[in-house]
């Protein structure tokens, strides 16, 4: 009874302790828990590192250097001026011809016989004319006697020139025939370069249709496809420094000669054409040329190719809020691309502060540190 009664006691005192303890602990741990999700919420990643540069407008003038090729001043489609079946080709592509010299002939037979007929009708309308002249002739005669009505003297006379004008008939129609086998033969109607052959041996042929193009002697153009905005900005006469890849000691200078209306939906780009005086020999046609020109000032930020990123396609940059560090993607527009630079033409505020390196770390809103300039 006692022992029982001391396991009772013990059971009272130790009991409401225990149940105290875990109200307790029970009130302190969402305090602990919270504070150390506090504690976990303060530790963030650190904000990414990058170095950045102002945007400073500057005059941009740089020297524009092009890669292109020399093509003919004038080239020249060489047809025949009738038609019919080609019996000969004498020239290929890559054939220099002389000024005259037969590059192709079409077989004569049709014309031939054209001629044949021709002289045929000739020969009828002289024996009519020669008949017609004795005719009238004898009525003249006739009349001054007195043995013939002033009617049939006239009538012999319309006669006559009837014949004359059918006798002037056939010789043009004659000449037309020597003139039609004269045609037969192809000629070069200039000195120069065959660049292009479009029939072959047996061929039919139509009058005008191109048998041969010809690239003319003489002085040559250079051919450059050229961005719509360096276009815009170049000089309205410029100096062009043509220089031949295959020897840059082969230099020439050239003027712009023509700019094509026509922009390359393909490649975004214009044909131009510059004229090159007095052109070395060595720079044939087709040969690979750089053209370099100073295009005009205008005002551009120039930036490092680093900065350069892209957005739905078009060249953008990252730029910084100097206020709160964050960053976004800002589009621009890029007037010339170099090797290491790229001048920035619009898109940008003189102040703004762009990403120079480490952009490829960083997403829209994004906080960063800019890093220090090294010292030089």
Not at 28 to 38: F, K
């Amino acid at each position: 009874m006692g022992s029982s009664g001391l396991r009772l006691g013990k059971g009272s005192r130790h009991g409401p302790f225990s149940a105290f303890c875990r109200l307790v602990l029970l009130a302190v741990a969402p305090g602990v828990l919270a504070a150390c999700q506090e504690k976990q919420a303060e530790v963030k990643d650190p904000p990414v590192r990058v170095t950045a540069m102002d945007a400073n407008p500057t005059n941009y003038a740089p020297t524009l250097t092009l890669t292109g090729a020399i093509a003919a001043r004038t080239e020249t489609n060489v047809s025949f001026r009738t038609g019919g079946r080609v019996s000969e080709r004498m020239v290929e592509v890559g054939d220099h011809v002389t000024a005259g010299a037969i590059m192709a002939r079409l077989d004569p037979e049709e014309q031939q016989a054209d001629i044949r007929s021709a002289q045929a009708a000739v020969d009828a309308a002289q024996a009519n004319l020669k008949q017609a002249t004795a005719a009238f002739q004898r009525q003249a005669e006739l009349l001054k006697q007195g043995f013939t009505t002033k009617s049939d003297y006239d009538q012999a006379q319309q006669t006559m020139q009837v014949a004359q004008n059918s006798l002037d008939s056939a010789q043009s129609a004659l000449k037309n025939a020597q003139d039609a086998l004269g045609y037969t033969d192809l000629a070069a109607p200039a000195a120069g370069v065959v660049t292009a052959r479009n029939v072959e041996t047996g061929q039919v042929v139509q009058a005008a249709q191109t048998v041969y193009t010809i690239a003319e002697d003489g002085d040559r153009d250079a051919i450059f496809n050229v961005n719509e905005a360096l276009a815009a900005n170049s000089p309205p006469d410029p100096d062009v420094t043509i220089t031949l890849i295959s020897n840059p000691k082969i230099t020439a200078k050239g003027k712009l000669r023509e700019i094509s209306p026509v922009i390359d939906q393909t490649s975004g780009t214009i044909q131009v054409k510059v004229g090159i005086s007095n052109t070395p020999p060595e720079m044939q046609l087709g040969a690979a040329i750089t053209g370099s020109v100073t295009i005009r000032a205008s005002q551009a930020i120039i930036l490092p190719w680093q900065a350069l990123f892209s957005e739905g396609g078009q060249p953008a940059v990252w730029t910084i809020d100097r206020g709160t560090k964050a960053v976004s993607l800002t589009r621009v527009g890029v007037l010339s691309y170099n090797s290491d630079t790229l001048a920035v033409s619009r898109g940008l505020a003189g102040g703004q502060l762009v990403v120079t390196a480490g952009g490829q770390l960083l997403r829209p809103g994004l906080v960063v540190e800019i890093a220090p300039e090294p010292v030089k």
